[in-house]
């Protein structure tokens, strides 16, 4: 059974940063990149980051790049996303995605 387990989420002040980790188990974690999503309200999921298999490529949205590192360590079955110089625009709940199955959220808070 696939599971993706998220940690890592808060509340931070604008300017902050927080890191989420995403514990996978129940398939081979080196055989699957990792994609990171978040989700305000009722709005759709938006693409915030995606890694390759092998952590070799990675891709990100336009509002974060150059903010967000994704990253996954393949010893640890664990992926995770870096969150520097957080904006008030990036509260949402964040989600990792891997084999088509769902992390189930994390919640970032950035407000004064």
């Known amino acids: 059974q696939v599971q993706l387990v998220e940690s890592g989420g808060g509340w931070v002040q604008p300017g902050g940063s927080l890191r989420l980790s995403c514990a996978a188990s129940g398939y081979t974690f080196t055989d699957y990149g990792m994609n990171w999503y978040r989700q305000v309200s009722e709005k759709e999921r938006e693409l915030v980051a995606t890694?390759?298999?092998?952590?070799?490529?990675?891709t990100y949205a336009d509002s974060v790049k150059g903010r967000f590192t994704v990253s996954k360590d393949n010893r640890k079955n664990t992926g995770y996303l870096q969150m520097n110089s957080l904006k008030p625009e990036d509260t949402a709940v964040y989600y990792c995605?891997?084999?088509?199955?769902w992390g189930q959220g994390t919640q970032v808070i950035v407000s004064s």
């Open positions: 890694i390759t298999s092998i952590g070799n490529i990675t």
């Open positions: 995605y891997a084999k088509r199955t």
